[in-house]
């Protein structure tokens, strides 16, 4: 189903809001990451499929594994 909204601008971006059901069918949430591709005049917007939620973990298990490192450089 198509539905109709209007392009914004914050700053020097913008931005598109997207439909409240297509997101919660497609899993977009706040820091879903999507990939923008022109095709034939047309935009196409995919999530990358890299939950936002999985990628704080990946972040946060390196920054435990490089804390000593860290530590160290901050008393430099």
């Known amino acids: 189903m198509a539905e109709k909204r209007t392009v914004g601008q914050l700053n020097t971006t ?3 809001p997207i439909p409240a059901d297509i997101a919660a069918k497609l899993n977009i949430k706040k820091g879903t ?7 034939n005049g047309a935009i196409i917007v995919k999530p990358t499929g890299i939950n936002p939620d999985k990628r704080l973990n990946q972040i946060e298990a390196l920054m435990a594994r ?3 490192a860290m530590t160290y450089l901050a008393d430099k």
Not at 33 to 39: R, S, V, W, Y
């Open 33 to 39: 990451e999507l990939i923008f591709q022109e095709k």
């Open 14 to 16: 913008l931005y598109v």
């Open 66 to 68: 490089y804390a000593d």
